[in-house]
Every structure is written in structure tokens, then in C-alpha cells.
């Protein structure tokens, strides 16, 4: 392997973020050290101030190496090598879906990033990404409706949240939102579950059945969310954090509102988080295909009067809207 074993390693494994692999694409990561962790024990890989080249693509994937590691305190490199290329991928044109899958890739990473380390810098960062976003898509209405057919399939957080993102965003212009309520779901979306950074990491990553009071720690996701938020001053994205599980007929949580009492940014990122919570991959149930997913919605919250009809039916017309 292309181990730089010239280096003094003077680094723990909690002071590292791990990556997959995968998220490091060509001539990037320049400013980044990469390590890996062998044996236990963290070593560099890649010095800052050269690039990814085809080489360490190649020696990684021949090595079978899944995860990268960056120390925590170079996430703030890590967060601003991704604005520069959402910035150059939404200037291509035309828009394809493979431009939005690579954005969706790129928010998966940003969201990793966030988690790992949620400071105000970071988070500051996320919303510039994400307001960039919503210009995008109002400048160029096809994203919109190529988000659907672009969502990645996997099991982690980081892919619930940029796929529940590009969803919502979809959505939100799919329904008439512009402008500054278009960017409050852009960007609110994004940071929907970010109060999850304080459940546990054996309860988030449980498979199979939690148990009551696991149940309750997950719960809290959106107080935590919304008091995160109230703090680092995002106080317009704090209730899509704080009321996306709420239902109409006052069965959700944590405050059990009624229909006229939810908000409806968090209902439009509501219906996006249940559909993508359906379609996406779970390591104890097998995923359902996009039309399946829609009748289970209907029969579990449409008809028993949980999520408004008339949404739902918008959000039928915005999956199908371009299928060809
Ligand atoms: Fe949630
Ligand atoms: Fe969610």
C-alpha cells in the first residue's frame, strides 16, 4: 500500500471523521491528510498538498479499503472542497441526472461533516451550500424533478438526510414555493434530523426492533434538533427540526399539534422523510419500490388521517410528474 510511512502518526481514532472511500474523486482533497486506520491504529495515507490521483484510487480499491479517515480539525478543508464543487457541478449545463446524483453524493458528505463535527462554522456553511441550492433550482426548475430518480441507496443517516434534502427541495418548488420559503425547506431539510447527533450511535445504528425507552431517545432528535438550532441562531429552520414527526390528528410527537397547529414547511419535509424512510435500505426490512411505498403511505397516514390528502396527492403528481 501507498502508506506514507515517513510520517509520525501523533493522532487518536476519536479525533478522526470516517469517510467512504468513494467520496474521493480525482484531483481533490488537496489541502486534506487522509489516513487510514490498520490494526487498529491510524496511519497516513495522503499528505496535504497533493491531490487524489489515480493511483491511490486504484491502490485503495485494490486493497479493499471502504473507509478514509480526516482529522476533525481539517473538517472545516474538507466542508469547503464541497462548496467549491456543488458550486462548479450546478454551473454545468444542462443539468442532467447525473449532475443531480453528484450533488446529492456531494450533501451526502457535507452531512457526514455536520454530524461529525456540528459546530456554527460548519452549520454556517451548510446553509450558504444549501441557499446556493435553492437558487439553482429556481433557476433551473429540471432539478426539481430529477431528484426523485436520483436518491442513494444505503443504510447510513448521512444518505437519509441528503436524500430527504433533494426531496424536499423538489417538492417545495413542485408546490409553488419560491424564493425565501423555497430556501427555508432547501436548507431546513437538510438540517431535519441533526438533533440525531445526540441519540446514541448504538440505538441510531440498531437493526431490528428498539425497545421503549430506545424508542424515547430517538424521539427527542427533534427537541434536540430545534434547540441546536435556536442556539447557533438558525432559529427559521428550527421547527421543520422540531415538528416533522407531529400528524394531523395529533398522534405524532414530541407535542402532539393538530392539523392547523403544524407547520406546513414541516409537513412537505414530513411526507419526503416517510417516503425515503420507505424506499430507502434498512438492514432489518427490505426495501419497497417508489409505487409501493406511496400505497403504504396512503393506507398508514393518508386514510388513517395523518398526512393531508391533498399533499399527498401533489406528492403522486411530483414523483410521476417527469417519468418517462
Ligand atoms: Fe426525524
Ligand atoms: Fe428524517
New binding site residues.
Given amino acids: 500500500m501507498m502508506i506514507d510511512k515517513t510520517a509520525i502518526i501523533h493522532i487518536e481514532l476519536d479525533q478522526l471523521i470516517p469517510l467512504k472511500t468513494d467520496e474521493l474523486s480525482l484531483g481533490t482533497a488537496k489541502d486534506l491528510n487522509i489516513y487510514l486506520v490498520l490494526e487498529g491504529k491510524p496511519v497516513l495515507y495522503k499528505r496535504a498538498g497533493i491531490p487524489i490521483t489515480e493511483e491511490h484510487i486504484k491502490d485503495l480499491k485494490d486493497n479493499e479499503i471502504d473507509t478514509i479517515y480526516i482529522k476533525k480539525t481539517e473538517c472545516k478543508l474538507f466542508i469547503q472542497e464541497i462548496e467549491r464543487e456543488i458550486a462548479t457541478l450546478l454551473d454545468n449545463k444542462p443539468i442532467c441526472l447525473e449532475t443531480v446524483k453528484r450533488w446529492i453524493d456531494k450533501i451526502f458528505s457535507l452531512s457526514e461533516a455536520i454530524l461529525s463535527v456540528p459546530t456554527k462554522e460548519n452549520l454556517k456553511a451548510a446553509q450558504r451550500i444549501t441557499k446556493d441550492i435553492s437558487e439553482a433550482i429556481e433557476n433551473n426548475p429540471e432539478i426539481a424533478y430529477l431528484t426523485a430518480f436520483a436518491l442513494k441507496k444505503d443504510i447510513a443517516t448521512s444518505i437519509h438526510i441528503a436524500n430527504v434534502h433533494a426531496l424536499s427541495s423538489g417538492f417545495a418548488y413542485h408546490l409553488g414555493l419560491r424564493k425565501e420559503k423555497l430556501e427555508t425547506i432547501v436548507t431546513g431539510s437538510f438540517f431535519?434530523?441533526i438533533?440525531?447527533i445526540k441519540v446514541p450511535d448504538h440505538i441510531l445504528k440498531k437493526p431490528g426492533k428498539l425497545t421503549d425507552t430506545e424508542y424515547e431517545m430517538i424521539k427527542k432528535?427533534?427537541t434536540w434538533?430545534y434547540y441546536l438550532l435556536n442556539k447557533m441562531s438558525f432559529r427559521k429552520y428550527a421547527p421543520i427540526a422540531l415538528y416533522?414527526?407531529e400528524f394531523l390528528d395529533g398522534t405524532g410527537y414530541p407535542e402532539g399539534l393538530k392539523n392547523g397547529e403544524i407547520p406546513e414547511e414541516a409537513k412537505i419535509v414530513q411526507i419526503c422523510?416517510i417516503y425515503e424512510a420507505i424506499t430507502g435500505i434498512r438492514p432489518y426490512r427490505d426495501s419497497e419500490p417508489p409505487f409501493s411505498a406511496l400505497t403504504t403511505i396512503k393506507e398508514n397516514f393518508v386514510i388513517k388521517g395523518k398526512i393531508d390528502k391533498n399533499l399527498y396527492k401533489e406528492f403522486v403528481i411530483y414523483l410521476y410528474k417527469n417519468k418517462t
Fill in positions: 431535519h434530523d438533533g440525531k432528535h427533534t434538533g416533522h414527526h422523510d
